[in-house]
């Protein structure tokens, strides 16, 4: 039954000589992933952040989504002002589809109302693959509408973004895929990326306990056409320079997500799996990984480390 629902909506969807999708992945993470959702958010950590983060989507459905991004960020101190670059690629398949997305980010912070106020810009590279080796069209296998050879196309996309960040809290928005583009795969289909909007927020919450902190993040993800929300809470506990923490994220009417990890020094891992709250049931849910690398860089300078940016949230 999953395969045959799979297969009647790729065959829908492939019928369409114009295909339009919300392009972006949601990652459960997406709270350590700032300069994925925000170009502003390049350089927020003050430190060279690098991470990997590997979604499966759907578990147990034929040709469900996988996504896989790796990215970098840093402050730059070569120039006067407060600069921030970061660097990205996004490998997203899903059934016979697999799209790619590699990105380049930059942003200026300065300083205001005891924080910083950061503005950033995005350029990018999408390429949409379609391949229909493991189509079987049955009788209509000659159908024009349905390459017979796998077909691909590229475009150029931009996107931008503002964030203000404080000791205590951050918070931003961002339009990603502006120029709205469209690419060619063959000559009879077409991929329509939509512009994409984002929106976070996130805060540390106080207590007398010095080795338990709490820090609660919100996220929200819209073309206008669909919606999701996600608020979460996370709990860390400090034990001989170790930091163990873990949390919960609930996204109104699509699903509950549990995760936990470790820092330890400069790296951290964490695993969140979400679970739906539709029918499609517990045991179908999303993988998450997340491996991240932390620290101190200045190749432009002597001496000391020294960055104008403020670290909050790690």
């Avoid at 114009?18 to 390049?42: E, I, L, R, T």
């Avoid at 996107?159 to 795969?185: D, V, W």
Wanted: aromatic share 14%.
């Amino acid at each position: 039954m999953k395969k045959l629902l799979y297969i009647t909506a790729v065959l829908l969807l492939c019928a369409l000589s114009k295909v339009s999708a919300q392009y972006d992945v949601h990652f459960s993470h997406y709270w350590k992933m700032q300069n994925f959702y925000n170009p502003a958010g390049a350089g927020a950590t003050g430190k060279l952040h690098a991470f990997a983060a590997y979604s499966n989507q759907l578990t147990g459905f034929e040709g469900n989504p996988k996504s896989m991004l790796i990215n970098a960020d840093m402050p730059l101190s070569m120039f006067k002002g407060d600069h921030s670059i970061g660097v990205g690629i996004l490998n997203d398949e899903i059934g016979m589809f697999t799209n790619q997305h590699l990105f380049l980010n930059y942003s200026y912070a300065m300083k205001l109302f005891g924080g910083k106020l950061a503005i950033g810009a995005q350029l990018g590279m999408l390429n949409a693959k379609l391949d229909p080796k493991d189509l079987n069209l049955g009788e209509n296998k000659d159908d024009p509408a349905f390459p017979s050879s796998a077909v691909d196309g590229n475009k150029f996309d931009f996107g931008a973004g503002i964030m203000f960040r404080h000791k205590h809290f951050y918070t931003g928005i961002s339009a990603l895929h502006i120029n709205a583009p469209l690419i060619e795969l063959g000559q009879s289909n077409q991929f329509q990326v939509d512009p994409f909007f984002n929106f976070m927020a996130g805060g540390n919450i106080k207590l007398k306990n010095p080795l338990i902190t709490i820090q609660s993040y919100m996220q929200i993800m819209t073309d206008f056409v669909s919606w999701r929300t996600d608020l979460t809470a996370k709990g860390n506990y400090t034990y001989n320079n170790k930091r163990f923490f873990g949390g919960v994220t609930y996204s109104y009417d699509t699903s509950v997500t549990l995760f936990a990890g470790i820092d330890l020094m400069n790296i951290t891992v964490s695993y969140a799996y979400e679970i739906f709250t539709s029918g499609i049931g517990a045991q179908n849910g999303n993988h998450d990984i997340y491996l991240g690398y932390d620290i101190e860089l200045d190749l432009f300078k002597k001496g000391k480390n020294k960055h104008n940016s403020i670290r909050i949230l790690k």
